[in-house]
Structures are given as structure tokens and as C-alpha cells.
């Protein structure tokens, strides 16, 4: 059974799109959603998190998006450039922000094209 | 200098032998994880840690034992390999901080 749902598998835009990746979850009590960036050959690295009490965080082009009553939420990367190229996860965990214990989809593969 | 660090970077084994992966951080966070990484599964938990002395068992723990001998190290073992084990082992110390992943091969 798999808590968190990661869509599309795969994603190609064009440099300078928006592109708009979706995650959404079954467990209620996630709290807690972080997003990951993996290039290849390295280890995920944290890019935007958000906690369920908001429905939009922003930091520079990244931008998530949250509905709690949906279940879903979505990462948007505007202005998308070459180098956003790279796996992206979405993760969520319950209970406080100290617990790190992640369920994490199965990620989408970002190519962006110049 | 990374924060996490996992040795080895790669490894191969045999099937039925013993492997010991390690992992080191410097930021003195109390929550150690391991995690494998395999093609459309994401990450998935095995084993973490809430300090030095403490383990506890993750989604996936079957085949494997974890040792945490002080803040700092924590170590993934696998007493028995099998080739279902073959993955990227990718360690993490609270607040989501990875290492740089440890690729097992298991013949």
C-alpha cells in the first residue's frame, strides 16, 4: 500500500515553463511535506517544505501548493531552467516536525529542455 | 564539508555473506534513518535511530539489524545478503539530511 502518489512518473517541459509536479496521500495524520530534489549519482536534498496548517509556501521559483481536504498538493517550478533537471519526491510524516520518520512517493522525473 | 558522510561508496557481495554499511554525521542530530532506494518504490525505511544505543524498526526492516555506538555512527547490517538486497542505501540524520548513498551489489 502506498501512502504517498507521485504524478507523472515523467515530465519534459521547455525552459522558461512552469512545471507542475502532483503528490497526494491516504494517511490523514501527515502533517509534515517535504519536497526533495535527486540528481543523479547523489543523495535527495531537501528543496520546500510545507506543513498542513498552510496552503502555500514560496521560496524563489518553488512554490508548493496544499489541500488538505483533497489530500493533495502539488510543487510548481516556474521558470523552469536545464539544471532543475532531476528526480523530485514528495515525502510527508506525522506528528511534530522533529519526527523525520518519511513515507515517500515514488518521485517524477523532471527533464527541461533549452 | 558534508554533513553526513557513508562509507563505502560502492560495494559487491556475495550471496549468504555479511555486509556492514556505516554512516557519520557531524550535526550532532539525535534521529539517525537508513533508507534503500529501488526504481519506482522512492525511499523506503529500514531501520532508525533516536540516539546513541537506540534502534528501531522502520517499514521494511526484514534482513537487516542497525547499530547506533554513539551520536555520530550509525550502521546498517546485513548478516545474511541476498540478492533482493541489491539497492542504493542512502543514510539520514534529522531534518532530512542524506548521505551520498552506498551502492550494494549483491551476487
Known amino acids: 500500500q502506498q501512502q504517498v502518489r507521485q504524478s507523472p512518473q515523467s515530465l519534459t517541459v521547455w525552459e522558461g515553463e512552469t512545471a507542475i509536479l502532483n503528490c497526494s496521500y491516504e494517511?490523514?495524520?501527515?502533517?509534515?511535506f517535504p519536497w526533495y530534489q535527486q540528481f543523479p549519482g547523489e543523495g535527495p536534498a531537501l528543496l520546500i517544505s510545507?506543513?498542513?496548517?498552510?496552503d502555500k509556501k514560496e521560496d524563489g521559483r518553488f512554490t508548493i501548493f496544499f489541500n488538505k481536504r483533497e489530500k493533495k498538493l502539488s510543487l510548481h517550478i516556474a521558470d523552469s531552467q536545464p539544471g532543475d533537471s532531476a528526480t523530485y519526491f514528495c515525502?510527508?510524516?506525522?506528528?511534530?516536525?522533529?519526527?523525520?520518520?518519511?513515507?515517500f512517493g515514488a518521485g517524477t522525473r523532471l527533464k527541461v529542455i533549452a | 564539508e558534508a554533513a553526513v558522510t557513508q562509507s563505502p561508496r560502492n560495494k559487491v557481495a556475495v550471496t549468504g555473506g555479511k555486509v556492514t554499511l556505516s554512516c557519520n554525521q557531524t550535526?550532532?542530530?539525535?534521529?539517525m534513518y537508513w533508507y534503500r532506494q529501488d526504481t519506482g518504490h522512492g525511499l523506503r525505511l529500514i531501520h532508525y535511530?533516536?540516539?546513541?544505543?537506540?534502534?528501531e524498526k522502520g517499514d521494511i526492516p526484514d534482513g537487516y539489524k542497525a547499530s547506533r555506538p554513539s551520536q555520530e555512527n550509525f550502521s546498517l547490517i546485513l548478516e545474511l545478503a541476498t540478492p533482493s538486497q541489491t539497492s542504493v542505501y542512502f543514510c539520514?540524520?534529522?531534518?532530512?539530511?542524506f548521505g551520498p548513498g552506498t551502492r550494494l551489489t549483491v551476487l
Open positions: 515525502a510527508a510524516s506525522a506528528g511534530n516536525t522533529g519526527n523525520y520518520k518519511y513515507v
Open positions: 494517511n490523514s495524520a501527515f502533517d509534515y
Open positions: 510545507i506543513l498542513s496548517v498552510s
Open positions: 550535526n550532532n542530530h539525535n534521529n
Open positions: 535511530s533516536y540516539g546513541a544505543g537506540s534502534t
Open positions: 539520514a540524520s534529522a531534518q532530512g539530511d
